[in-house]
T-cell receptor, first 114, second 112 residues
């Protein structure tokens, strides 16, 4: 039990669909992150939120839209994705940005774009 | 040059062996360093932080060499359960950014 949950665990969507990934952390942390992990590539940091404010957007295409309504929840809204967006999307949290090296990850959503 | 580089392996070692991984980083002003492990089809989990003076946690020892810009992880008396991918993580000092940079990982297989 990691304290960070993600839903759904698996998602298959067409390029014209709109879907959302959800992340919830039960650790009392105030920084949250979205990562993309593709096969044989390093984790790619997508977005960083601290106290519900976005503090990092790592040149992510606009077809990915994050939302952080409170410090426990993080969403990633997806629309008009491309097949190369198929990957494992991981959410993580940390106590704060100063301790951002000590992150707790959720199990991920495995996304397939058809 | 990549910001963080690791030997992808795989390292195949017998149980009981000692194995070491290195990770090099390019930003000399990097601030903090960590090792994570990731099991197959699972999420990464923090293994240990890397302190300037080096640190040990049971069979695991982590060291930092700032002059040569690398960190290392030593695993003694390897167990079958140590089989995983080990990820090196670096927090560079950025102005106006909060990046955490993961290496691509080193795969370890411990055989009976």
């Amino acid at each position: 039990e990691t304290g960070v949950t993600q839903t759904p665990r698996h998602l298959v969507m067409g390029m014209t669909n709109k879907k959302s990934l959800k992340c919830e952390q039960h650790l009392g942390h105030n920084a949250m992150y979205w990562y993309k992990q593709s096969a044989k590539k390093p984790l790619e940091l997508m977005f960083v939120y601290s106290l519900e404010e976005r503090v990092e957007n790592n040149s992510v295409p606009s077809r990915f839209s994050p939302e952080c309504p409170n410090s426990s929840h993080l969403f990633l809204h997806l629309h008009t994705l491309q097949p190369e967006d198929s990957a494992l999307y991981l959410c993580a949290s940390s106590q704060g940005l100063l301790t951002r090296g000590e992150q707790y990850f959720g199990p991920g959503t495995r996304l397939t774009v058809t | 040059r990549k910001e963080v580089e690791q030997d992808p392996g795989p390292f195949n070692v017998p149980e009981g062996a000692t194995v070491a991984f290195n990770c090099t980083y390019s930003n000399s002003a990097s601030q903090s360093f960590f090792w994570y492990r990731q099991d197959c089809r699972k999420e990464p989990k923090l293994l240990m932080s890397v302190y300037s003076s080096g640190n040990e946690d049971g069979r695991f020892t982590a060291q930092l060499n700032r002059a040569s810009q690398y960190i290392s992880l030593l695993i003694r008396d390897s167990k079958l359960s140590d089989s995983a991918t080990y990820l090196c993580v670096v927090n560079p000092i950025n102005t106006g950014g909060f990046k955490t940079i993961f290496g691509a990982g080193t795969r370890l297989f411990v055989k009976a």
